[in-house]
């Protein structure tokens, strides 16, 4: 009986400890879809207009391997068939060469803008320099847009950390309020948990737009790769006098 007495006593406590533990875990998430949303609100601030925009560019960014302006499209489609026919590779300096290219060779090429204007600089004898100009005008505007976005992105992961900052000192502050001669753990963990919680939701969402941030990076980097591989092809199209033939 004395038994039953206990268990009888006990069980109240332990519903309401799990009672807590619900309630805690709920205002655990509520705080982070709090935080979400004013990330979001950051984001639409620095991106304005172009908020839809930035988030389609960053879902094909990170989920695909296509280039967001078509003319970078043209410049990665060409450099890979660029490098097939005059085996160019990165040394062990790093700098781009080819193999031994014959002069004079007919080379077929993609179908695309950019190689028709090559073929037609060629055709010319305008020389690198002009060709290599030509190319940079299917360069520059996919770099500008990967770095307008990528700017975006980095504003966001830098400031979510210091918001952050400002909910762990609005605990902390309110842990102090409450510091007193009959004060108790009990009393002070509302205010602790709000502190830690708001420094490891500005760290995380920190850390997700800084990944997202990064693709818009790396994208830029292959960018200026192919660009890098382009204009040593020309140098080697037009001192070799090879023949350009587009592909049916």
């Known amino acids: 009986m004395a038994t039953d007495d206990k268990q009888r006593k006990l069980t109240p406590a332990k519903r309401d400890n799990s009672d807590e533990n619900r309630s805690g875990a709920g205002a655990g998430a509520l705080g982070f879809f ?3 949303a004013l990330a979001a609100l950051v984001l639409f601030y620095v991106a304005g207009a172009e908020m839809l925009d930035l988030m389609k ?6 989920f695909s391997q296509k280039h967001l302006d078509p003319k970078a499209v043209y410049v990665q489609q060409t450099v890979a068939a660029l490098r097939h026919h005059l085996k160019m590779r990165k040394d062990s300096d790093g700098v781009v060469r080819a193999g031994i290219v014959e002069k004079g060779i007919k080379i077929k090429l993609p179908d695309n803008p950019l190689v028709r ?25 996919c770099r500008e847009l990967y ?16 918001l952050g900052l400002i909910g ?14 009959n004060t108790s753990v ?6 602790l948990a709000i502190s830690l919680q708001t420094t490891l939701y ?3 969402l920190a850390s997700a737009f800084t990944v997202l941030a990064s693709r818009f990076d790396q994208r830029i980097k292959a960018l200026e790769y192919d660009y890098d591989v382009f204009t040593h092809a020309i140098d080697v199209l037009v001192k070799n006098e090879v023949v350009i033939e587009v592909e049916a």
């Open 117 to 141: 204007d090559i073929q037609a600089v060629l055709k010319r004898e305008k020389g690198s320099e002009y060709a290599g100009y030509v190319g940079h005008q299917y360069y520059v505007d």
């Open 168 to 181: 762990t000192v609005v605990g902390l502050i309110g842990m102090f309020d409450k510091l007193g001669p």
């Open 34 to 36: 709090g935080f979400l």
């Open 147 to 162: 770095d307008h976005f990528h700017a975006h992105l980095e504003f966001v992961a830098g400031v979510m950390p210091l």
């Open 57 to 62: 560019a960053t879902f094909t960014v990170f």
């Open 202 to 204: 500005g760290a995380v």
């Open 186 to 191: 009990e009393t002070l963990a509302p205010e």
